[in-house]
């Protein structure tokens, strides 16, 4: 018995047009996956209470920048790696050379001139106060301000009242502006990897679905 078989069409436009649909599919499969990792990253970050600045420095990178291609990749990543990591992986942060680690409190405000990260130095050079620093044996030491106040938006101020005799500014106190520690465990407040494994997971059902559109 003998079989036939022929094809209709031109066998070489059919494997091109082939290709072209699996080259769409992949590259609009990989780059929605990309899309929801990024977008799972950030919402992970804004749901630990890491704010949305923070969120908003995940990104998110599509190759090919233009055209399609069955090696078509999306790099998801991040503006501020220490940070994420820190907070993905619990590290242990310790003073720089055994110096001490000066954590803000209340007092202190969030940021010092130029928008920056509060640091002792900054805080001086903001409000043109000095800090004292205070030893505690039995809990972490301080750095204080000196015949200060609290304003209205609970940070520490000068004072700026009527001294008396003895020097000492009427009404005025000692605030504590900062925290000293040897070292500060982060707690971990994020789990990036099982997100990027999950959007792994999800990557062949996202091709398949777009080769279906």
Avoid: C
Avoid at 74 to 89: E, M, N, Q, R, Y
Avoid at 148 to 165: D, F, I, T
């Amino acid at each position: 018995m003998k079989f036939g078989t022929t094809i209709d069409g031109d066998l070489a436009a059919i494997a091109i047009e082939i290709l072209q649909e699996a080259e769409a599919a992949v590259t609009r499969g990989v780059f929605s996956a990309g899309r929801g990792l990024r977008d799972d990253w950030r919402g992970q970050v804004r749901a630990s209470g890491l704010g949305s600045r923070l969120a908003n420095s995940v990104r998110q990178a599509n190759f090919p920048r233009s055209g399609t291609s069955l090696r078509a990749a999306s790099l998801v990543w991040t503006k501020a790696p220490d940070i994420l990591h820190a907070f993905d992986g619990g590290v242990l942060i310790r003073g720089k050379d055994g110096l001490w680690l000066a954590i803000p409190l209340p007092a202190a405000g969030l940021t010092g001139l130029g928008r920056q990260r509060i640091t002792p130095w900054r805080w001086e050079q903001r409000t043109g106060m000095r800090l004292r620093f205070v030893y505690r044996r039995n809990g972490p030491s301080l750095l204080v301000a000196d015949d200060a106040r609290l304003n209205s938006r609970g940070l520490a101020a000068a004072k700026g009242g009527r001294r008396r005799r003895d020097g000492v500014l009427t009404g005025a106190q000692t605030v504590p502006v900062f925290l000293l520690l040897r070292q500060v465990k982060m707690p971990k407040k994020l789990d990036l990897d099982k997100l990027a494994r999950e959007a792994t997971a999800r990557l062949p059902g996202a091709i398949l679905g777009a080769w279906k559109e």
